[in-house]
């Protein structure tokens, strides 16, 4: 077991010390000790400077490397929700002040973030463990996979945690896509019956005659066809331009419904697939489909009139 992981050791079987600690005191107890057995000379005020002043705002320690960039380490007591504005505020500096790599602690709770990732604080965090609750091993090798001096010094600390940020964007990105597609159908299936009679209201209001029922419910259908796929799918979307008034209705009617609509999908995707959507993506998917929708009607239009 490495010294690292016999100090961690240590502190996994103290359950009361640091929760008790001042910040002053889980400095000296904590902080420094971890930050000498990853190799980084506290000493040295070019490699581990003491309270760093960046925008206002004073951060525990800055941890320097010559070409690599920056990490920032600094104390939030305690790491929970309650803190979570400290948290923005801290991570949100880091990525101002183009550091690299920013660490979040209560001695206890560690928490690791990428600042320069777009995203929220959740999609930051690239690593985090409980001292108390994980194994001395386990939380020597995160120290040692990202914080320790060598490993920070070669850039390697920051190159792995961008890319944990970045594969998981991708997989979130990937994930979005097919629940925004999922709800939208479960959407305007649902409440087909509901859209149709609408639709016949709004062709009269705006056309001034009253589509049969019966006509305006084959062209929902045709609609529904062209948009409960994917978006790759949508892309093909093609009015006859016997539709074309209809179509006209749609998108007058549908712009109308947006906000509707965002909330019907935000509430489908986080019943169906586990997770609360932005409203801004769920909106953004909604006027694609609109860009799709407003083309398709262009076309039959010019084909009505050629």
Known sequence: MSQLATFLSNLHSDTRSMTAYSVLQLKQAVILKVLHLLGWDAFDISKVQADHSAGGITVDYALQTPTSGMIFLHIIKPLDDSTREQ???????????????AVLTDGVHWEMFAPAVRGTLNE???AKFNIHEQSADECDHLLKHYLSHRIAVSGTAFTRAEKICSERL?????????ALSDAWASVIQEFETIFVELLVVETKRLFGHEEKIETVQKFFSRFLSMTTGEISHAKRMKYDPADTSLAEAWSALSMQLDPLFVELMVMDIEKTHGFIPEKESVTAYLQTLRGLQDQAVDNAKRLKEA
């Open 87 to 101: 948290q923005e505020k801290i991570v949100k500096l880091a990525g101002a002040e183009n550091v690299r790599i």
């Open 170 to 178: 991708k997989k979130k990105n990937a994930n979005l896509s097919t």
């Open 124 to 126: 930051k965090q690239f």
